[in-house]
């Protein structure tokens, strides 16, 4: 569960963890309809305007965009989006401009996304941000990023079973032919045989295919690989080569 608290008229907004059920926290009712939550240093100033969001239930993206280029996304103004936020999935060319993601003014309203306002993973090309204002996530106002997959198993000298480890990533196609992947040690993030070698997928078996699981895909690449990279300490990066600017006043409200 995490919290966020704002002060409506600051535009103050600032967010963290929260467990109702400990030893620490209380509700008290005032009236017929208003709770006080009593958490030691917290819940001090009137005019707090407390929200409370399960983390962990992301079920959708709030908007989507999935494999596409030369994407433009301009004047838009976004008050409330649930799950995921706003996310760019294994896209090309993408520009934010003139954008808000604020609440609608009049509503009592606080919240803009239920977690991330703008979350890109596996953008290649050029990532633009120009001229937006963010405010009253429950999570990141910008979130970029790459995505490692972990080797699982050597099938043979070409082929590999990979899989997404983190809790809330699966069920899309990482990989497609002619992509180029490096393979790096999970310990040091340094790449194996000491230089950023790069291998190219002739054959890709996505999540959910071909007897996969939603978290597993099995890839094969255009020569044999070093031995050794079947190790689970092993993960294999997909290289996008994504430049990301942001300028012109981007900015957080706060």
């Avoid at 059920?21 to 305007?49: D, E, P, T, Y």
């Avoid at 992301?58 to 301009?74: C, N, Q, V």
């Avoid at 799950?83 to 009592?108: A, E, H, I, K, S």
Wanted: contains cysteine.
């Amino acid at each position: 569960m995490t919290r966020a608290r704002a002060f409506p008229a600051a535009t103050a907004f600032c967010r963290a963890r929260f467990h109702m059920c400990g030893s620490s926290n209380s509700l008290h009712r005032i009236g017929c309809a208003c709770f006080i939550l009593a958490n030691g240093r917290v819940c001090k100033k009137l005019g707090m305007v407390y929200e409370l969001c399960a983390s962990k239930t992301r079920e959708t993206a709030g908007a989507f965009h999935w494999e596409s280029e030369d994407l433009l996304i301009e004047q838009v103004n976004v008050h409330y989006m649930h799950g995921f936020g706003w996310l760019t999935q294994m896209c090309r060319n993408v520009t934010y401009r003139d954008c808000r993601f604020m609440p609608r003014p009049g509503t009592g309203k606080f919240t803009t996304s239920f977690a991330d306002l703008i979350h890109a993973s596996g953008v290649g090309g050029r990532m633009t941000i120009e001229n937006c204002v963010f405010g009253h996530a429950h999570d990141d106002p910008i979130n970029l990023h790459g995505t490692f997959t972990r080797v699982e198993r050597r099938l043979d000298a070409r082929t590999l079973t990979l899989r997404y480890i983190h809790k809330q990533q699966g069920g899309f196609p990482q990989f497609h032919t002619g992509d180029e992947v490096i393979f790096y040690a999970r310990d040091t993030l340094a790449p194996l045989c000491g230089k950023e070698e790069r291998y190219r997928v002739v054959k890709s078996i996505d999540p959910g295919a071909g007897g996969n699981d939603l978290k597993t895909m099995t890839v094969t690449f255009d020569r044999d690989l070093p031995k050794g990279n079947h190790s689970a300490n092993r993960p294999a990066a997909k290289i996008c080569c994504g430049e990301c600017d942001i300028y012109g006043g981007s900015r957080h409200p706060q």
